[in-house]
């Protein structure tokens, strides 16, 4: 079983920055490569960026490159996803998901169907 709470929503104003924390419990998450998305009200769950277990790959939603930054702690079993220059298209709850080690070179972490385990998730409110 592959354990992870997150952290880090909050309201925040345009134009902010947060830090959302996946904290993991035991050396199964570390093993995992890790993904976030989020879900804003009536819309389906989105892709928003993914690490691999190594953390030597990433990648992120294309419209997000260059305000997003996922990272990964290893020594803290933590993987971080940093938001930057916040706008209320943001607002969202925002949702850590663990794969299998090898879902990101395979292509498959863009899906959510490709996630076995997924957190609670965290909400982040953007106000204008």
């Known amino acids: 079983q592959v354990q992870f709470v997150e952290s880090g929503g909050r309201l925040v104003q345009a134009g902010g920055s947060l830090r959302l924390s996946c904290a993991g419990s035991?050396?199964?998450?570390?093993?995992?490569?890790v993904g976030w998305f989020r879900q804003a009200p009536g819309k389906e769950r989105e892709f928003v960026a993914a690490i691999s277990w190594s953390g030597a790959n990433k990648d992120y939603l294309d419209s997000l490159k260059g305000r997003f930054t996922i990272s990964r702690e290893i020594a803290q079993n933590t993987v971080y996803l940093e938001m930057n220059s916040l706008k209320p298209e943001d607002t969202a709850r925002y949702f850590c998901a663990a794969a299998p080690a090898g879902t990101f070179l395979s292509g498959a972490y863009r899906q959510v169907r490709s996630y076995d385990y997924w957190g609670q998730g965290t909400q982040v409110t953007v106000s204008s």
């Open positions: 035991g050396r199964t998450f570390s093993a995992c490569d």
